[in-house]
């Protein structure tokens, strides 16, 4: 969590912009105080909200910009000259009020930055601060859904067993919690459905344990990155005919641009083979048999 206070003494006024940067990251929680930002009436302004909601919001990004060069396009001024006690060059962070985050993205937990063009599409309100004036009181993380309302992805191709998992099945029900949080996507399109990008075993091990509410890290992402998010954390560790079959999958879907989904792999497995034969002409040149020739 972080705090703005209108003449925060919480960071160093002389600390580099590029440490400041360090210190701030998508997903923590603001504590807002003053009245030096306009409030917007949105579909949300009928809501029942208490000083504790309008005044906390949370970081959903940080572009690498300062606040003299973010313009605030409804004034015709920039974060710096609305922030005049400030450094002109302090990086910006992008927060968005509790209330709106909770009702728009309610599984938003920090692990992934929420794109402008999405928050746009969303019709939130978001607000941008030159980060000295934050102090972090606490962080995001980690929520709680139904386990009925995560589904595979399309393209995941591996299967499970109860033979072939029983002590890991067995871990997780005596522990009474899945080992990790799986990484899963809110879609655009249905915001109360939720893909599994990584961590399909630990939710079919959820399932057959008879857990009804799990843990997970949500991500909201457009379908093509969604999509290398999921290639990158699996393909490589796929079997040939479980690749296969995420390939004609991977084809269906996004025709001869599947490769693009398949490009880290192959990138990985052209160094891996550039070092081994680097390595073998090393072991042949250096060598107790070649030194003796």
Not at 123 to 138: D, E, I, T
Not at 169 to 177: C, L, N, P, Y
Request: with cysteine.
């Amino acid at each position: 969590m972080i705090q703005i206070t209108e003449q925060s003494t919480s960071i160093n006024m002389n600390t580099t912009a590029n440490t400041i940067t360090r210190m701030i990251s998508h997903s923590e929680i603001l504590w807002v105080t003053g009245n030096a930002w306009t409030r917007k009436k949105t579909k949300n302004s009928n809501k029942t909200e208490t000083d504790t909601d309008t005044h906390r919001a949370v970081v959903v990004n940080v572009p690498p910009v300062t606040a003299e060069e973010w313009d605030v396009f409804d004034r015709g001024t920039t974060v710096a000259e609305d922030n005049p006690q400030y450094r002109s060059d302090a990086p910006v962070a992008i927060v968005v009020f509790m209330p709106e985050l909770d009702s728009e993205f309610q599984y938003y937990s920090g692990v992934a930055p929420l794109t402008l063009t999405r928050l746009n599409g969303s019709g939130v309100n978001w607000y941008a601060f030159p980060q000295p004036r934050l102090r972090k009181v606490g962080s995001k993380g980690p929520v709680e859904v139904d386990i009925n309302q995560i589904q595979p992805l399309r393209y995941h191709s591996r299967t499970f067993s109860v033979s072939h998992n029983r002590q890991f099945i067995e871990e997780i029900a005596a522990s009474g919690q899945l080992p990790r949080a799986p990484l899963v996507w809110a879609s655009r399109t249905d915001s109360d459905s939720l893909t599994l990008l990584d961590g399909h075993k630990r939710v079919y091990a959820g399932h057959v344990a008879g857990f009804e509410i799990i843990q997970v890290l949500d991500m909201y992402l457009d379908d093509e990155t969604a999509t290398r998010v999921w290639a990158n954390r699996h393909l490589g560790g796929y079997t040939r005919a479980e690749r296969n079959c995420a390939k004609e999958r991977l084809k269906d879907e996004w025709g001869e641009d599947y490769q693009q989904f398949f490009w880290r792999i192959l990138t990985t497995n052209w160094v891996n083979s550039l070092l081994g034969l680097l390595r073998c002409s090393f072991l042949d040149i250096f060598s107790p048999g070649a030194a003796s020739r």
